[in-house]
């Protein structure tokens, strides 16, 4: 329990691992009331005593310096309102921490250390509830992990597209390791994609990929056949 295990109220965070891939999913500092499938682990805990309870609990069957990859969800907020996201359909559960909380540059400073994980080749945002394009030091962060880890070599984002200015876009590229991929989900085109993301501006969407495609960005189109 808690205080058995000596945990602290301070730094939470929550974790998914996969220990098939060698890879764990931090998730912002909120609960999520069993939303997810019992095969999450989510805790809240700071990073060391997430370690510590995998390890008694015998989950994390590889060491920290082994981790390959990280899944990091870097804030509650989104633009949108799909209507099979969790944040529409489990509403009343979660309603009361979505659009509160950013994960920021000082946070992975604390959580993840380049002499601890020397193995950590990828970094994903693929968030549950989340778009990462709206945490304000994305690009901060981007350049925490390119920079700090000499082993890093593969970023991911997953994004709905509907957020920043073409300016930005072009920008984004420099932030990013020349092995990367930006994921853009339209699920639909101008006259249907406003149906299954609401709130979504299918041209915006499209004038922001093709600013970060031209200035040299690798992009790919995810949809959802409906």
Known sequence: ??????????????????????SYKIYNPIIFNNIYSIQNILLQLNKDDIIKYLRINQMWNVQIDKVTEIDLECTTFCNLKCPECNRTTDKGIIDSILNTTHITLENCKTWFKPNELINLTDVRFCGAIDEALMNPELTDILDFFKDEFNSVNYIDIRTNGSVRTP???????????PKHIIV??????????????????????????????????????QFIEF
């Open 167 to 177: 300016e930005f876009w072009t920008k984004l590229v420099n932030h990013l390791p």
């Open 1 to 22: 329990n808690a205080t058995s295990l000596g945990l602290k109220e301070t730094d939470k965070i929550s974790l998914d691992y996969d220990a098939e891939c060698s």
């Open 184 to 221: 853009f989900g339209l699920d639909g085109l101008e006259d249907t994609l406003h149906i299954y993301r609401i709130g979504a501006d299918y041209k915006k969407v499209i004038n922001n990929a093709k600013a970060f495609i031209d200035a040299g960005g690798i992009a790919s189109w």
